[in-house]
């Protein structure tokens, strides 16, 4: 311990954390700055430790080609060829990466007219489409801290997916109108299991797996004052006490809110359960006021849904074969476009399909060409053709990212790495794709903003 | 015997931490094969903590180790296990329009590995 | 081609240098207008064209949080109208709420080079930064919303009027904004706090805070005032779409004094009548203070038939406006900052309010004195999009087509206005007022609107034609800081943009007051909030008014 005075310390204040969506920016870093490694991160939960303890410079090359390591700029030149010849290339992930990434991720599937889709398309992505459909009544997290005297967790477990978010955000902490904290709120949880998130909660609600829909239906419906058929317990697992107890607290509390995650996004009705539940948060409004909000995992897949919008109109699942962007989930979405066997290259940025896709989808990935973008090996740049190892973002990186309430916080970086940033990367491959893509419409090495003539003046 | 029970998948944070480390460790490779099961059903089922049960469904099957969880905790005939590469090879690729595999809700057929 | 331009032969407007429709040459060096032609100068002949400073669109909603909600939400309305790219545009999608991509080419079609978002929360500030980095060839800026701001309104409630104008000032400096702007002052906390309550008299004061509307309105006018921010206060009124809020409007205005304000898309506020019965047109009333008081500016907001999105601030408005056809909704509250509201809308001929509303907009166009301070919005895409400019300025210059276009609409209603009498014809010099000149005069933009030396190389060149709508909706040339960007109406470069903001002096001291509010009421890091430099790409600060 009497070198630690000799080491080479740095000391991070208001660093942020992106390992879950929570994104908390309140992290004090302290980096080992010979070793490379940050050996402390006050205020981070379980998960936070171990993503800043545990991100360190990997042992690996920085750019691969068929496993045998190459300069980075031929890598950037294999990747935007094997890119700019395939006819539905896809690009896929980007939760895991800067705004700024994201950013050139989509121009690049812009320019080589492919298809491009998030981990949103299996996260919530079906909350997004319940959101086409019905809108949404929401909040940013300070919100709750200030506001909610009631809270209902329905299909998340957060005491192990965001083990900060009740003592930061939602239950704990005193805000401007609830000073008392957690005495001043009424805390539900809905789940098909009682996990740790239950000892939190004040009314714990089993739904039998795969009813959540005819459970929020039904308290769409006595809401509404309308009558629900007798067997409702038998249907959903729920007595109509318990429903009726709910519904009276909904809407007398002064400020509500909802909480949702992957139990109903991932199960036996997908957007349809999120569409009833952002539905019923809605109705609630003609009482109270009410809002909701899905509980995001990836620590910018949020940042990803704001850029693929703002650059394309739609949130994932976006093609350009025809010039333009259109959506389309179940046709463009990745796990379709793999497992359907289209795609014939693949752009993997901070993403690891091989992994968590299902079987026929993982089977594709063996079939095409890949690229990956990430930080350590995984199941995905293990059957790349080309791999970049790259700098993680908010530890080696600056950049922006979104928290899951739409909030964009900028990073703070705490060692160098020798690695790339994805952005770099991106960058490289977008700006040859583009030359490879006007040489191949005869419009030669052109970039854009020059001020040539490239058509003959139209007669009126 | 079989016998098909339903199976969530689900994060964890032990999950969490130890993909941090690599998800070609041991540790997230051990963390993401172990589901939880109720233990009536174990016992019912004569199964004991440390048990390979063989989880089998249309699209795929893989081998875990089972560990038991108190009824009031996990319901009869529910399995949980933490997301990985085990669970995705009960995954079926139908997303029914809408790009999301159904994730969480698998019947699985379970049998004693021995 | 090369950085010099020579646009020889053109019928020129530039109402702010008194040219109105001669021939004249414009000279370009360097991104500027200059007065001798440069040597390697390339021309273009604009013979039969006419030329104008490039379009300034004073208030639209284009950019950040709430704009991207709306985006994301209405699926169905960009499938219909999709971007294509070319070899040097990226492609996009359009609708009444574009991508950031489509937004830029789309204003530079229509030969707009400048357009103001005109409201973000402060904690949404990078977000848009973000978004108009995004939004290609025009320049732009943003009004950061301040009006229901819990900080600043617990800093008036006490009194404490000079810390309130650092903070302001703070604020502006914090998210890189342009200026201030109010919404529905002291209608969030009701909304928010008190079961979608709403704020409806100026006077009413608040359980909380002690303040009314008006205090607030006060408060603002003097201070932004004060600090000489290139534009004063862009105030959205109380009681918006309300029948009988012509009242509020009018108090409105006469709280500001003398002094410098704006008020947003008026249109909208100039309704007579009693509250929850069918309006009437206060068009007169409205316009008739405004035309004998040059301390105050306005947009329209037109509205025009067709689709639009309401997006607000004002959240209690878009949940009334919800309530009529119950379909989808957007709400979403910002903490201590603001609220907001989306519907996806259309206006319709058929309907007696929406006829109203589109005959009270073209009233207080017709019946304005002084085009310097009446200025051409639809409050995009509130009113409608701004893709509708073209025949919003056909319906100004051509009362044939006016008559026409009035035989469309619902009799009962346009019987309520004023709008058949009305014979006035906007000139061209009078567009070029109400969409460039003045515009960018009341933002204080003093080398935009005009095409005198030193102004930026900002033009739109247009062939003249009978039908004003067709010729404003291709302009057969643009020029963007001097670069070309449309070329015989082929897109043959592409821009960036520059972000327009100001950078009022405060006392830093007032960091420490606003620091612990922040630790105990906000949920990100004091030290995380403001927005850095990183986010300015190209940029230019426009400097204030200097005051007594």
């Given at each position: 311990?009497?070198?630690?005075?000799?080491?080479?310390?740095?000391?991070?204040?208001?660093?942020?954390?992106?390992?879950?969506?929570?994104?908390?920016?309140?992290?004090?870093?302290?980096?080992?700055?010979?070793?490379?490694?940050?050996?402390?991160?006050?205020?981070?939960?379980?998960?936070?430790?171990?993503?800043?303890?545990?991100?360190?410079?990997?042992?690996?090359?920085?750019?691969?080609?068929?496993?045998?390591?190459?300069?980075?700029?031929?890598?950037?030149?294999?990747?935007?060829?094997?890119?700019?010849?395939?006819?539905?290339?896809?690009?896929?992930?980007?939760?895991?990466?800067?705004?700024?990434?994201?950013?050139?991720?989509?121009?690049?599937?812009?320019?080589?007219?492919?298809?491009?889709?998030?981990?949103?398309?299996?996260?919530?992505?079906?909350?997004?489409?319940?959101?086409?459909?019905?809108?949404?009544?929401?909040?940013?997290?300070?919100?709750?801290?200030?506001?909610?005297?009631?809270?209902?967790?329905?299909?998340?477990?957060?005491?192990?997916?965001?083990?900060?978010?009740?003592?930061?955000?939602?239950?704990?902490?005193?805000?401007?109108?609830?000073?008392?904290?957690?005495?001043?709120?009424?805390?539900?949880?809905?789940?098909?299991?009682?996990?740790?998130?239950?000892?939190?909660?004040?009314?714990?609600?089993?739904?039998?797996?795969?009813?959540?829909?005819?459970?929020?239906?039904?308290?769409?419906?006595?809401?509404?004052?309308?009558?629900?058929a007798d067997n409702i317990e038998a249907i959903t697992g729920v007595s109509m006490d318990t429903l009726t107890d709910l519904v009276e607290r909904m809407k007398n509390c002064r400020y509500g809110v909802f909480f949702f995650g992957m139990g109903l996004t991932m199960t036996r009705g997908r957007h349809f359960n999120s569409g009833a539940l952002l539905a019923l948060a809605t109705d609630l409004n003609e009482f109270t006021h009410f809002v909701a909000k899905p509980v995001r995992g990836h620590g910018n897949v949020t940042g990803a849904d704001n850029v693929v919008s703002w650059q394309t109109g739609y949130p994932f699942?976006?093609?350009?074969?025809?010039?333009?962007?259109?959506?389309?989930?179940?046709?463009?979405?990745?796990?379709?476009?793999?497992?359907?066997?289209?795609?014939?290259?693949?752009?993997?940025?901070?993403?690891?399909?091989?992994?968590?896709?299902?079987?026929?989808?993982?089977?594709?990935?063996?079939?095409?060409?890949?690229?990956?973008?990430?930080?350590?090996?995984?199941?995905?740049?293990?059957?790349?053709?080309?791999?970049?190892?790259?700098?993680?973002?908010?530890?080696?990186?600056?950049?922006?990212?979104?928290?899951?309430?739409?909030?964009?916080?900028?990073?703070?970086?705490?060692?160098?790495?020798?690695?790339?940033?994805?952005?770099?990367?991106?960058?490289?491959?977008?700006?040859?794709?583009?030359?490879?893509?006007?040489?191949?419409?005869?419009?030669?090495?052109?970039?854009?903003?020059?001020?040539?003539?490239?058509?003959?003046?139209?007669?009126? | 015997?079989?016998?098909?029970?339903?199976?969530?998948?689900?994060?964890?944070?032990?999950?969490?931490?130890?993909?941090?480390?690599?998800?070609?460790?041991?540790?997230?490779?051990?963390?993401?094969?172990?589901?939880?099961?109720?233990?009536?059903?174990?016992?019912?089922?004569?199964?004991?903590?440390?048990?390979?049960?063989?989880?089998?469904?249309?699209?795929?099957?893989?081998?875990?180790?089972?560990?038991?969880?108190?009824?009031?905790?996990?319901?009869?005939?529910?399995?949980?296990?933490?997301?990985?590469?085990?669970?995705?090879?009960?995954?079926?690729?139908?997303?029914?329009?809408?790009?999301?595999?159904?994730?969480?809700?698998?019947?699985?057929?379970?049998?004693?590995?021995? | 081609?090369s950085s010099s331009l020579r646009i020889v032969n053109g019928k020129v407007h530039d109402p702010a240098n008194g040219i109105d429709g001669e021939i004249r040459d414009i000279y370009i060096s360097d991104g500027r207008i200059v007065d001798a032609s440069p040597e390697d100068a390339v021309s273009i002949d604009a013979s039969g064209m006419v030329i104008m400073p490039g379009g300034v669109d004073i208030h639209c909603h284009i950019a950040g949080p709430k704009v991207n909600l709306a985006r994301k939400l209405q699926p169905e309305d960009h499938r219909r109208d999709p971007h294509p790219g070319t070899p040097y545009t990226?492609?996009?999608?359009?609708?009444?709420?574009?991508?950031?991509?489509?937004?830029?080419?789309?204003?530079?079609?229509?030969?707009?080079?400048?357009?103001?978002?005109?409201?973000?929360?402060?904690?949404?500030?990078?977000?848009?930064?973000?978004?108009?980095?995004?939004?290609?060839?025009?320049?732009?800026?943003?009004?950061?919303?301040?009006?229901?701001?819990?900080?600043?309104?617990?800093?008036?409630?006490?009194?404490?009027?000079?810390?309130?104008?650092?903070?302001?000032?703070?604020?502006?400096?914090?998210?890189?904004?342009?200026?201030?702007?109010?919404?529905?002052?002291?209608?969030?906390?009701?909304?928010?706090?008190?079961?979608?309550?709403?704020?409806?008299?100026?006077?009413?004061?608040?359980?909380?805070?002690?303040?009314?509307?008006?205090?607030?309105?006060?408060?603002?006018?003097?201070?932004?005032?004060?600090?000489?921010?290139?534009?004063?206060?862009?105030?959205?009124?109380?009681?918006?779409?309300?029948?009988?809020?012509?009242?509020?409007?009018?108090?409105?205005?006469?709280?500001?004094?003398?002094?410098?304000?704006?008020?947003?898309?008026?249109?909208?506020?100039?309704?007579?009548?009693?509250?929850?019965?069918?309006?009437?047109?206060?068009?007169?009333?409205?316009?008739?203070?405004?035309?004998?008081?040059?301390?105050?500016?306005?947009?329209?907001?037109?509205?025009?038939?067709?689709?639009?999105?309401?997006?607000?601030?004002?959240?209690?408005?878009?949940?009334?406006?919800?309530?009529?056809?119950?379909?989808?909704?957007?709400?979403?509250?910002?903490?201590?900052?603001?609220?907001?509201?989306?519907?996806?809308?259309?206006?319709?001929?058929?309907?007696?309010?929406?006829?109203?509303?589109?005959?009270?907009?073209?009233?207080?166009?017709?019946?304005?004195?002084?085009?310097?301070?009446?200025?051409?919005?639809?409050?995009?895409?509130?009113?409608?999009?701004?893709?509708?400019?073209?025949?919003?300025?056909?319906?100004?210059?051509?009362?044939?087509?006016?008559?026409?276009?009035?035989?469309?609409?619902?009799?009962?209603?346009?019987?309520?206005?004023?709008?058949?009498?009305?014979?006035?014809?906007?000139?061209?010099?009078?567009?070029?007022?109400?969409?460039?000149?003045?515009?960018?005069?009341?933002?204080?933009?003093?080398?935009?609107?005009?095409?005198?030396?030193?102004?930026?190389?900002?033009?739109?060149?247009?062939?003249?034609?009978?039908?004003?709508?067709?010729?404003?909706?291709?302009?057969?040339?643009?020029?963007?800081?001097?670069?070309?960007?449309?070329?015989?109406?082929?897109?043959?470069?592409?821009?960036?943009?520059?972000?327009?903001?100001?950078?009022?002096?405060?006392?830093?001291?007032?960091?420490?007051?606003?620091?612990?509010?922040?630790?105990?009421?906000?949920?990100?890091?004091?030290?995380?909030?403001?927005?850095?430099?990183?986010?300015?790409?190209?940029?230019?600060?426009?400097?204030?008014?200097?005051?007594?």
């Amino acid at each position: 311990m009497s070198e630690t005075a000799k080491e080479n310390i740095k000391i991070v204040k208001h660093a942020t954390c992106t390992f879950c969506g929570c994104v908390c920016d309140d992290m004090e870093l302290t980096v080992d700055m010979d070793a490379h490694k940050i050996t402390k991160a006050k205020n981070a939960c379980v998960l936070g430790r171990a993503w800043f303890a545990e991100h360190v410079i990997e042992d690996r090359p920085a750019a691969m080609v068929d496993g045998k390591e190459v300069s980075i700029e031929e890598a950037v030149e294999e990747a935007a060829q094997t890119l700019v010849k395939a006819r539905f290339p896809i690009t896929y992930g980007l939760s895991d990466t800067t705004c700024e990434a994201q950013r050139q991720a989509v121009a690049i599937t812009d320019i080589i007219h492919g298809t491009v889709d998030t981990t949103t398309s299996v996260c919530h992505g079906p909350s997004g489409l319940a959101f086409q459909g019905v809108g949404e009544s929401t909040m940013t997290l300070g919100e709750v801290k200030n506001r909610a005297d009631f809270i209902i967790y329905w299909g998340g477990n957060p005491a192990e997916a965001h083990p900060r978010h009740f003592t930061r955000y939602s239950v704990t902490p005193k805000g401007m109108f609830t000073p008392n904290g957690k005495k001043d709120r009424t805390v539900v949880l809905v789940d098909v299991r009682k996990t740790s998130t239950a000892p939190v909660a004040d009314i714990v609600i089993r739904v039998k797996p795969g009813k959540d829909f005819e459970l929020l239906w039904a308290l769409r419906a006595l809401v509404k004052g309308k009558k629900v058929a007798d067997n409702i317990e038998a249907i959903t697992g729920v007595s109509m006490d318990t429903l009726t107890d709910l519904v009276e607290r909904m809407k007398n509390c002064r400020y509500g809110v909802f909480f949702f995650g992957m139990g109903l996004t991932m199960t036996r009705g997908r957007h349809f359960n999120s569409g009833a539940l952002l539905a019923l948060a809605t109705d609630l409004n003609e009482f109270t006021h009410f809002v909701a909000k899905p509980v995001r995992g990836h620590g910018n897949v949020t940042g990803a849904d704001n850029v693929v919008s703002w650059q394309t109109g739609y949130p994932f699942g976006v093609n350009f074969n025809l010039g333009y962007p259109r959506f389309n989930p179940g046709e463009f979405t990745t796990v379709d476009t793999l497992s359907r066997g289209d795609a014939d290259a693949a752009l993997i940025i901070a993403s690891d399909p091989a992994s968590n896709f299902p079987k026929a989808a993982i089977e594709h990935l063996h079939k095409i060409p890949v690229i990956t973008l990430d930080t350590k090996e995984t199941h995905t740049s293990k059957l790349a053709h080309v791999a970049f190892t790259t700098a993680t973002y908010g530890i080696n990186t600056g950049g922006t990212v979104y928290r899951m309430d739409d909030v964009p916080i900028t990073l703070r970086p705490a060692f160098d790495s020798p690695f790339p940033t994805d952005e770099e990367i991106l960058t490289a491959i977008r700006k040859r794709a583009h030359e490879l893509m006007l040489a191949k419409s005869g419009l030669g090495a052109a970039g854009g903003g020059g001020t040539q003539k490239v058509a003959a003046p139209r007669k009126e | 015997m079989t016998e098909i029970m339903i199976l969530v998948p689900g994060r964890s944070s032990k999950q969490g931490t130890s993909l941090n480390k690599g998800k070609l460790k041991d540790e997230y490779l051990d963390v993401t094969s172990r589901v939880e099961m109720n233990m009536d059903d174990m016992q019912r089922l004569g199964l004991e903590n440390g048990d390979k049960i063989r989880l089998s469904n249309d699209t795929g099957e893989t081998v875990v180790t089972c560990s038991g969880k108190k009824a009031t905790d996990l319901p009869s005939g529910m399995l949980f296990m933490a997301y990985g590469p085990p669970s995705s090879q009960l995954m079926d690729s139908d997303t029914a329009g809408s790009g999301m595999p159904l994730s969480k809700h698998f019947s699985v057929a379970i049998e004693k590995v021995t | 081609m090369s950085s010099s331009l020579r646009i020889v032969n053109g019928k020129v407007h530039d109402p702010a240098n008194g040219i109105d429709g001669e021939i004249r040459d414009i000279y370009i060096s360097d991104g500027r207008i200059v007065d001798a032609s440069p040597e390697d100068a390339v021309s273009i002949d604009a013979s039969g064209m006419v030329i104008m400073p490039g379009g300034v669109d004073i208030h639209c909603h284009i950019a950040g949080p709430k704009v991207n909600l709306a985006r994301k939400l209405q699926p169905e309305d960009h499938r219909r109208d999709p971007h294509p790219g070319t070899p040097y545009t990226r492609s996009g999608s359009g609708g009444t709420v574009p991508s950031t991509f489509a937004t830029g080419y789309r204003y530079s079609t229509l030969g707009y080079t400048t357009a103001m978002e005109a409201a973000v929360t402060p904690i949404g500030a990078r977000h848009t930064l973000e978004e108009l980095h995004d939004t290609p060839v025009i320049d732009k800026g943003f009004y950061v919303l301040l009006g229901n701001n819990i900080f600043l309104q617990n800093l008036l409630k006490e009194g404490r009027r000079d810390e309130f104008k650092q903070a302001v000032a703070w604020w502006v400096n914090s998210t890189k904004a342009f200026t201030t702007k109010l919404v529905n002052p002291g209608g969030d906390e009701p909304w928010k706090g008190k079961k979608n309550a709403n704020v409806e008299d100026i006077d009413e004061k608040s359980t909380e805070t002690g303040l009314s509307p008006r205090d607030i309105i006060q408060a603002f006018v003097e201070t932004v005032n004060e600090l000489g921010l290139p534009h004063p206060p862009h105030i959205h009124c109380n009681n918006l779409g309300h029948s009988g809020n012509y009242k509020t409007t009018l108090e409105t205005m006469k709280t500001a004094g003398d002094l410098r304000a704006h008020i947003a898309h008026i249109q909208f506020h100039s309704y007579g009548g009693e509250r929850g019965k069918n309006p009437t047109s206060a068009a007169r009333e409205i316009i008739e203070y405004v035309n004998s008081h040059p301390n105050i500016s306005c947009d329209v907001g037109q509205v025009m038939f067709g689709k639009s999105t309401i997006m607000t601030a004002d959240a209690p408005l878009a949940y009334l406006l919800r309530g009529f056809k119950k379909g989808k909704w957007v709400n979403a509250d910002t903490e201590c900052e603001s609220g907001c509201g989306i519907v996806p809308f259309s206006y319709q001929e058929h309907v007696f309010m929406h006829t109203l509303q589109w005959a009270i907009g073209l009233e207080l166009f017709l019946m304005s004195e002084d085009p310097w301070r009446v200025l051409l919005s639809t409050d995009h895409p509130n009113g409608g999009s701004f893709m509708s400019y073209p025949k919003l300025i056909r319906l100004l210059m051509d009362r044939e087509f006016r008559i026409e276009e009035m035989k469309k609409v619902n009799q009962k209603a346009l019987d309520k206005t004023s709008l058949r009498d009305l014979k006035r014809e906007y000139t061209l010099n009078e567009i070029a007022i109400i969409t460039r000149a003045g515009p960018a005069r009341v933002l204080s933009l003093r080398n935009k609107g005009h095409l005198g030396a030193g102004a930026d190389a900002d033009i739109t060149i247009y062939d003249e034609q009978e039908d004003k709508e067709a010729m404003f909706n291709a302009p057969r040339y643009v020029i963007k800081s001097g670069k070309s960007i449309i070329h015989n109406h082929e897109f043959v470069g592409d821009h960036i943009g520059k972000l327009l903001h100001s950078t009022p002096a405060f006392d830093t001291d007032i960091e420490q007051i606003v620091q612990p509010f922040f630790e105990d009421y906000y949920s990100i890091e004091f030290a995380n909030y403001a927005v850095s430099d990183q986010y300015l790409h190209d940029h230019e600060v426009i400097a204030g008014i200097k005051t007594l």
